[in-house]
């Protein structure tokens, strides 16, 4: 599949799209099954495992930090546990790493952990290392696209070049997508490895489209902000309303962006993702 660099405009219009939890329906078992799960076991937390696997999720599944860089949540979440349950023992410094690493991965963490004054870091490293293990575990049958995805990319590819942008492992995207039959309605995956989805969006542009005739599919508040960055358009796709939402890219976004009238839904459209991850919206 074509990288960025070696990437083309053949169509007037692009469509970008994130993978997890967009197109791809991993995003809610691999915060339930893996993410989660992982914390309890590595903190000794089962005492409260109920409400804080519940927390985990409005965290990063069902608010607007929907799609939090996995330390930031992990920080988050223990704040919160280290007020309200049992103390978390070097919370602070975790949260401060968080707070102000220039690069957030196991890597960078690891390299922390060598001067860090408590246990948190390396518990966190731990963790998330455990996490990874965890998601290789899934079963493949566990790790597919949402109803109307193909149908809705097919229709994209018709009338406009489709990037596949996420902040994934290229690999990872690469060969969920290739066995599930959807690489055919894409012209080029941005990833992990292109830089931030904003910065994929601006090289994009990059290629000749006008901005008005980008429109960046996301489910999560990243997604947004990057299409914001970008002055492109943005049509959410809303969480547990997946298969409703891909039914109204074809029904209404789609035409809407090659007819050239998005502008005249941008705002409702940002309203309903909103309200969806239960941010209050202004009235008009």
Known sequence: MMTLQDFAKQRHFLVCVDS???????????????FGPCLVREWGLEAWSGPLLKRWNEINLYSMTRGINRFKGLAMALTEIDKRYTRISGVAELAAWAGSAPELSNAALAE??????????????????AVNAAIGALPESEKNPFPGVAAALAAAHAAADVAVVSSANREAVEEEWARCRLLGSVDVLCCQDAGSKAACIAQLKEKGYAPDHILMVGDAPGDQAAAEKNSVYFYPILVQHEAESWAGF????????????????????????????????ARS
Request: hydrophobic fraction near 40%; proline fraction near 5%; include cysteine.
């Open 20 to 34: 997890d939890g967009c197109a791809m329906d991993t995003m809610d078992v691999k915060h339930i099954r893996c």
């Open 112 to 129: 922390a952990v060598k001067t860090a004054r408590g246990p948190a870091l390396a518990k966190a490293l731990a963790w998330s290392k």
């Open 250 to 281: 074809i029904k209404t976004a789609l035409p809407a962006l090659t007819n050239g009238c998005y502008a005249a839904c941008q705002d409702e459209q940002n309203k309903a993702f909103r309200r969806n991850l239960g941010m209050p919206t």
